[in-house]
Antibody, heavy 120, light 107 residues
C-alpha cells in the first residue's frame, strides 16, 4: 500500500533552517510528484509547492519563493523540503502528499505530518 | 490567485442528519475541485476529486456536485466518524488554493 513517512518533530530558532524528509513506498516513486502543504496551529491548509518525482522539476508558491527548496533522492524514494530563514509564523505542521500528475494535481495520499516549532 | 470561500464555517448536526457544505470560487475552476476530510491530529484525506468523483474507499454517503464557481459536498446521513473539518481545493490554476474549511460538529 502507498505510504509516506515523514521525519520527526523539530524545534528551531528564528533565522535557522529546517529540512523535512518524506519517504515513499508502495508505488513507483518516479511516476508521481509531491506536494508540500503546511498548517499553522488551529489554521487551514496552505500550499507551498510541488516537485516531480520523475525529474526533480519544482514549482513554488510566491509566498515561499526564495526561501524553500524541494529535492528528491530517487535511490531512497525520499523527497525533502528545506525552508530557510525561519520565523515564528513558520511554526506549523508540514505535510508531504503524493501528487497524481503535474503541478496542478490531486493530492491522493498524505504523510503523517511533521511539527516544526520556531521559537527563541 | 483563486480564492475559495467555504460556508458555513461550522455546521452543528446530529448523527443521521444530512450535511450540505458549500465551496465558492472567485473565478471558474471548471470541475477541478477537490474535497478533503481532516480529523483532529490527522493528515487530510482525499474524499472527492473532479468535483464529483469519490476517491477509492470513500463511502457512497459522500457526494460532490457543481462546476464553474459553485460546489457542494453532501453527506447524506452523518456517521459518528464523519465529524471532522472539510476543505475544498482548486487545481485549475497555479497556485493551488484551499478553502478555509467547514467544521462539522456534533450537535
Amino acid at each position: 500500500q502507498v505510504q509516506l513517512v515523514q521525519s520527526g518533530a523539530e524545534v528551531k530558532k528564528p533565522g535557522a533552517s529546517m529540512k523535512v524528509s518524506c519517504k515513499a513506498s508502495g508505488y513507483s516513486f518516479t511516476s508521481y510528484g509531491f506536494g508540500w502543504v503546511r498548517q499553522a496551529p488551529g489554521q487551514g491548509l496552505e500550499w507551498m509547492g510541488w516537485i516531480s518525482g520523475y525529474n526533480g522539476k519544482t514549482k513554488y508558491t510566491q509566498n515561499f519563493q526564495g526561501r524553500v527548496t524541494m529535492t528528491t533522492d530517487i535511490s531512497t524514494s525520499t523527497v525533502y523540503m528545506e525552508l530557510r530563514s525561519l520565523r515564528s509564523d513558520d511554526t506549523a505542521v508540514y505535510y508531504c502528499a503524493r501528487a497524481r500528475s503535474g503541478e496542478l494535481s490531486v493530492l491522493d495520499h498524505w504523510g503523517q505530518g511533521t511539527l516544526v516549532t520556531v521559537s527563541s | 490567485e483563486i480564492v475559495l470561500t467555504q460556508s458555513p464555517a461550522t455546521l452543528s448536526l446530529s448523527p443521521g442528519e444530512r450535511a450540505t457544505l458549500s465551496c465558492r470560487a472567485s473565478q471558474s475552476v471548471s470541475s477541478y475541485l477537490v474535497w478533503y476530510q481532516q480529523k483532529p491530529g490527522q493528515a487530510p484525506r482525499l474524499l472527492i476529486y473532479g468535483a464529483s468523483n469519490r476517491a477509492t474507499g470513500i463511502p457512497a454517503r459522500f457526494s460532490g456536485s457543481g462546476s464553474g464557481t459553485d460546489f457542494t459536498l453532501t453527506i447524506s446521513s452523518l456517521e459518528p466518524e464523519d465529524f471532522a473539518v472539510y476543505y475544498c481545493q482548486q487545481r485549475s490554476d497555479w497556485p493551488l488554493t484551499f478553502g478555509g474549511g467547514t467544521k462539522v460538529e456534533i450537535k
